[in-house]
């Protein structure tokens, strides 16, 4: 029996997470593409949406080495985790009849990439602060982003960069660096539960 994929694996630590009962397999939803494939932003993690009568399609674009068995680099796996968590979060808001907006979907990424990496299996450890702290630095300090401040999509990846720091800053602060994990899983799920406006005041009371 083979062993489940990255992304598989990462779904499912997110449903576990979340409270999520059922969503439907990331993995039936996956088209490799290589680095050279233009329309696909270099190569990234892209998730397509269609919307028609018959209701919405997607279709999650990631690197053809994000499928390959051996580990990934830390970039390639901060894709993996973006596209599945894109890829959740709307298959959970149709399932719950809820809209999602764009900043909502990069919000709520940028928030599963912190939590897979310093609290979840990635992390392949307890809670540590100092730990933490790099990871964090990595995900929201050392960024380069693809658009530039002053467009649409520069606009919405800094504000979700900036709400997720503070959200992740809290939940250290308030749970982790305290032992209350049941609690930050609570605040996770309320969070994750959240449209746009809640998340972002959530965030900002951080």
């Given at each position: 029996?083979?062993?489940?994929?990255?992304?598989?694996?990462?779904?499912?630590?997110?449903?576990?997470?979340?409270?999520?009962?059922?969503?439907?397999p990331v993995?039936?939803?996956?088209?490799?593409?290589?680095?050279?494939?233009?329309?696909?932003?270099?190569?990234?993690e892209v998730?397509?949406?269609?919307?028609?009568?018959?209701?919405?399609?997607?279709?999650?674009?990631?690197?053809?080495?994000?499928?390959?068995?051996?580990?990934?680099?830390?970039?390639?796996?901060?894709?993996?985790?973006?596209?599945?968590?894109?890829?959740?979060?709307?298959?959970?808001?149709?399932?719950?009849?809820?809209?999602?907006?764009?900043?909502?979907?990069?919000?709520?990424?940028?928030?599963?990439?912190?939590?897979?990496?310093?609290?979840?299996?990635?992390?392949?450890?307890?809670?540590?602060?100092?730990?933490?702290?790099?990871?964090?630095?990595?995900?929201?300090?050392?960024?380069?982003?693809?658009?530039?401040?002053?467009?649409?999509?520069?606009?919405?990846?800094?504000?979700a960069n900036?709400?997720?720091?503070?959200?992740?800053?809290?939940?250290?602060?308030?749970?982790?660096?305290?032992?209350?994990?049941?609690?930050?899983?609570?605040?996770?799920?309320?969070?994750?539960?959240?449209?746009?406006?809640?998340?972002?005041?959530?965030?900002?009371?951080?």
């Amino acid at each position: 029996m083979m062993a489940p994929s990255l992304p598989a694996r990462i779904q499912a630590e997110l449903c576990h997470t979340y409270g999520i009962p059922e969503a439907p397999p990331v993995e039936d939803f996956i088209q490799p593409i290589d680095e050279a494939d233009e329309a696909d932003e270099a190569g990234r993690e892209v998730l397509f949406v269609r919307e028609d009568e018959d209701g919405v399609s997607l279709a999650l674009h990631l690197p053809r080495a994000a499928l390959e068995p051996k580990s990934p680099p830390f970039d390639l796996l901060c894709q993996v985790v973006e596209g599945v968590s894109h890829f959740l979060y709307l298959a959970e808001r149709a399932r719950r009849e809820l809209p999602a907006t764009q900043l909502e979907l990069e919000l709520q990424a940028e928030v599963d990439k912190y939590v897979l990496l310093v609290h979840g299996p990635l992390a392949a450890r307890r809670f540590d602060p100092a730990r933490a702290a790099r990871i964090r630095a990595r995900l929201f300090e050392a960024v380069v982003y693809l658009h530039p401040p002053g467009t649409e999509r520069g606009d919405r990846y800094r504000l979700a960069n900036d709400l997720a720091a503070r959200f992740a800053g809290r939940l250290e602060e308030s749970f982790a660096r305290r032992g209350h994990f049941d609690r930050m899983r609570r605040a996770l799920r309320s969070f994750y539960a959240a449209g746009q406006s809640d998340k972002i005041t959530l965030a900002r009371a951080a």
